[in-house]
Each structure stands twice: as structure tokens, then as C-alpha cells.
């Protein structure tokens, strides 16, 4: 919500929602039993399905070196899932050091992972269409969970290039990570996701143990050391939340000189991992909106390695960017909380202000502050919008000194349009901007006429909500169950 770019660099904080749209990672044997003569093996096989893209591919798993190689795909493959593979891998077996017989049998089962993420990750905007159904959230509901994803048409890369898949821009890629990581991990017996906090095996919290892998494997993929804040958010729920440096991953890029992946994960694992992180929520009696404007979303890294470009080249104007920037993102935070303590603090009248102005434009709001108490909240409400519009204009700037479209022009009209709705306290692009899905929070019940407006500027209103709940295990499938809250989940077999 802020802290875009910002957040690359300590001690800038940024905060953080997650939302119900989630990952799953379904972990079980290829073979219920092990022939005797297999424990020569020195190989084993790992399936890994994504039934959305109609994708499988079969790999070979070293035991003694804990290297992937695959051996048949049905197209592109997944760094993503195969570097969390590796490391969760790993992971088992610095973790079980007495019992590695009942280990080497676990993998001598093969391992057979299904991936699985929920709807609100992707753009469903064609299918939509071309059923003949209005861009409304209802016709979202009519599609089946789990349903097939669209491709962007193939562009020349480049600052603005889209992602291969088309994308609503949730972090799909760290979540999916998380979901796989903390799978294996459960399977293999690291950790135990039914009391993820409690001290495990390496010391510290069975959460922590999932973050520091996942954000390795999900740093690896990508080819840089990122924030983090995407995979912590995967892992940990909403928060507020200011990067780890990046040389604790120093042992981990440098593994390709030969080094063993476990001596790596030990290394990693007992590193200085010195993020910060608190949990947040929105103040009561407010809700998250996202808004898919079918752009078909952006390229992150291009737009980051386009704004350290500018950082580099115009250090002096960068720097005074990125002040004004961290104190409006300060000013924001700090108005969201003042709200939650006015709204604990006074509920009545907390509650009376916010059904009042869910119905009114904001230019109206201050009618209603005929009270002391009245006039508090609605000074705070008020000032938090203009935060948010001091961001985004900062973001503006920011955008047409690097050359990127952070908020580009049909997203500053679509913002505009939002901010001046009944009921909407503030809305901006999330991350690091460009055509993903816009944002908005909402007072009370004023969504629905949110989403109608929405709907009506062929901007397809999603069914994802604010979660503030982290990595799970869930007990069922979620093809036949139909679960769907947090943020990246797990479920074995």
C-alpha cells in the first residue's frame, strides 16, 4: 500500500496488506511403496503439475548433491518452484541428522507436487467477455475456482514489457514460493504448520525457518536480492515492514561455485536476518478494493533497474524524491493508526462518522463534524487522503525522471475518478505501480457502488479482500472444499 521502491533500501518502511487470494501447494508420493533394491538409488523423481496452465514436468533429484534436473517439460519451466524445491530439500536434510533413513524413504517415494493459485492472482478479463458477461465481480464468481489462465500476446522486452502471464500483480510469484517451500518443509518433517510459531528444530520459530528459505529460493529466481517484503507478507500476514540486508544471502549467490546446498542453508540459516516487521490492519470498518483496469499488468524488475538507473544518474533530485516520499508514507501510517485508536478509544461515534460520510463525497465529510470527537476523526480521515495524494504525486514524479510508468496517465484518471466517490477514503497502485490492479479503501458499505462505478469504466472490480493471515495447512483440497482465505497455503497428502 506504501513503500513502493522506497522499501529496496533500509531503513524505509513500507505497509503491507495481504488479501485472501492464495497460493496452494499440494505434496504427496508418486509410489505408496519402495522397492528394496531402490535404497542404491542415487536418484529419485520429483512431478510438479500446475493444472491452470496445463503444465507438468518430471525431474530427477540428486540425493547426494540436491540438484534438479529435468528430464521432460510440457513448456517453460518454474525457477520459482524448482529453487524452493531445492532448498526446502536441503532444508530436510541439515534438519535430520539421527533419522535419515525415514527421509531417504520419503524421497525414494518421489515427491509429487501440484500447484494451485486461487483466481484473484490472474486476469480473467477475456473469458469474461467473451461470455458475454458484464466486468462485474459477480460474473468473476461465476467462473470455476482454480480456472485456466490467460497469456499476454509476446512483446519485445523492454521498461514497459508485460509478464508472461497476464496478471492482477497480488505477488503471485512469492507466494507460490511460500506455498512450495512450506509444503515440502511440512512433509519432510522441518516443520510442523499446526504450531507454525513455536520453536523448531533450527532454534528458532517454524515461520522463521519457512521465511528465510523461501525468501532465498524467491531471490534466486528472480536473479537479485529484492525487498522481501512480498514473501514476508506470504509468510507472516499484514505488517508494516522494513527489509533484511541483503549480504545475509551473500552464501546463497555465491552457490554456484560448488559450495553444498545444506552447507548454504546452514549458513543462511543461522545469518543475521535483520528485517523488521510488526503486524498491521486497516482501521475498523474499512475495506480493501482492487480494481483490474486490463491493462495486463507490468514488469516489476524492469521498473525498479529503470528507477536505480535514475537514482544513479540523478543522485541529488532522487534523494529529495525519496525524503518527501518516506515522510508522506510516515504521514499515512500515522493517520491510519491515530483512526484505530480513535475508533477503540470512541466506538460510537467512531461508528456513527464513518456509515455518515460512507455515503457522502469527501468534500462533504467535514458537515458532520459538529462534535469535538466527530471533528478528530474526520480531520484524520481528511488527512489521510491528502497523504495519499502527496504519494502519489511523489510517485508521479518519480516515474517521468526514470522513464516508467509508475502511475501512468489512465491510471491517474481512474484514481482521480475513485478518490472522488462516495465513500472512498483513498486509492492509489500498489507496489511499484504501473498497469497492475489499482487499490482502493472504502468506509463502511459504500464498495458496491464503488465496484458499479468501477464496472461502468470497464474496470473489472475483484472478489480479493484484506487477510491478515500468512502461510496455513489446510486439511482439505481446495478443488473439492473450495478454501480460500490468507494468503499462500498448504496441503499434503
Known amino acids: 500500500m506504501t513503500g513502493g521502491y522506497l522499501i529496496l533500501e533500509k531503513p524505509n518502511a513500507g505497509l503491507v496488506l495481504s488479501t485472501n487470494a492464495r497460493f496452494y501447494a499440494i505434496v504427496k508420493p508418486i509410489n505408496e511403496e519402495v522397492k528394496s533394491e531402490s535404497w542404491a538409488w542415487q536418484w529419485t523423481d520429483v512431478k510438479l503439475t500446475s493444472p491452470q496452465l496445463s503444465r507438468e ?24 518452484v524448482e529453487h524452493a524445491i531445492q532448498y526446502a530439500i536441503a532444508a530436510a536434510h541439515l534438519a535430520t541428522d539421527k533419522d535419515k533413513e525415514a527421509l531417504h524413504k520419503l ?52 521498461a514497459n514489457s508485460k509478464p508472461e502471464v497476464a496478471k492482477t500483480g497480488l505477488g503471485s510469484s512469492a507466494a507460490m514460493t ?15 504448520l499446526s504450531e507454525p510459531c513455536r520453536e523448531g528444530k533450527f532454534g528458532c520459530s517454524d515461520l522463521d525457518v519457512i521465511h ?40 546463497a549467490q555465491v552457490a554456484v561455485t560448488g559450495l553444498p546446498l545444506y552447507e548454504v542453508i546452514g549458513k543462511i540459516l543461522k545469518g543475521n536476518w535483520d528485517h523488521e516487521r510488526s503486524e498491521i490492519s486497516l482501521p475498523p470498518l474499512m475495506n480493501l478494493f482492487l480494481g483490474e483496469p486490463g491493462s495486463g499488468g507490468s514488469s516489476t524488475p524492469s521498473m525498479v533497474g529503470a ?150 469504466q470497464n474496470v473489472l472490480a475483484l472478489l480479493v479482500r484484506e487477510d491478515p493471515h500468512g502461510v496455513c495447512l489446510e486439511s482439505g483440497d481446495p478443488r473439492t472444499t473450495g478454501i480460500t482465505s490468507g494468503v499462500s497455503s498448504v496441503h499434503l497428502e
Open 57 to 80: 514436468s518430471m525431474y530427477k533429484l540428486s540425493l547426494k548433491h540436491l540438484t534438479l534436473q529435468c528430464v521432460s517439460a510440457s513448456d517453460s519451466r518454474n525457477p520459482f
Open 212 to 251: 528465510m528459505i523461501a525468501q532465498t529460493s524467491h531471490c534466486l529466481a528472480q536473479g537479485e536480492v529484492g525487498s522481501g517484503f512480498d514473501v514476508s507478507c506470504a509468510v507472516y500476514g499484514s505488517q508494516r515492514y522494513v527489509r533484511f540486508s541483503p549480504e545475509v544471502l551473500s552464501s
Open 307 to 456: 528507477v536505480k538507473k535514475w537514482q544513479m544518474s540523478d543522485p541529488e533530485k532522487a534523494r529529495d524524491n525519496w525524503q518527501k516520499l518516506s515522510e508522506a508514507n510516515l504521514e499515512l501510517e500515522t493517520k491510519l493508526n491515530i483512526l484505530s485508536k480513535l475508533a477503540k478509544d470512541h466506538w460510537d461515534v467512531y461508528l456513527g462518522v464513518i456509515k455518515s460520510c460512507s455515503l457522502l463525497t469527501s468534500e462533504k465529510w467535514v458537515l458532520h463534524a459538529t462534535e469535538p470527537i466527530n471533528e478528530a476523526i474526520i480531520k484524520e480521515l481528511l488527512g489521510a487522503r491528502e497523504a495519499m495524494l502527496g504519494i502519489r504525486i511523489l510517485m508521479r514524479q518519480m516515474g517521468e525522471a526514470a522513464g516508467v510508468p509508475i502511475e501512468p496517465e489512465s491510471q491517474t484518471q481512474l484514481l482521480d475518478s475513485t478518490m472522488n466517490a462516495e465513500g472512498v477514503l483513498f486509492a492509489g497502485v500498489p507496489g511499484a505501480g504501473g498497469f497492475d490492479a489499482i487499490f482502493a479503501i472504502t468506509l463502511g458499505d459504500s464498495g458496491s457502488k464503488l465496484t458499479q462505478a468501477w464496472s461502468s
Open 178 to 192: 511460500t506455498a512450495v517451500v512450506a509444503a515440502l518443509l511440512h512433509y519432510l518433517g522441518v516443520v510442523d
Open 107 to 158: 524421497f525414494l517415494q518421489g515427491l509429487d507436487i501440484t500447484i494451485l493459485g486461487s483466481n484473484d492472482f490472474y486476469s480473467y478479463r477475456n473469458q469474461i467477455e467473451s461470455r458475454g458477461l458484464p466486468l462485474t465481480p459477480e460474473s468473476l464468481g461465476t467462473l470455476a475456482p482454480f480456472a485456466s489462465i490467460t497469456f499476454n500476446a509476446a512483446e519485445s522486452n523492454g
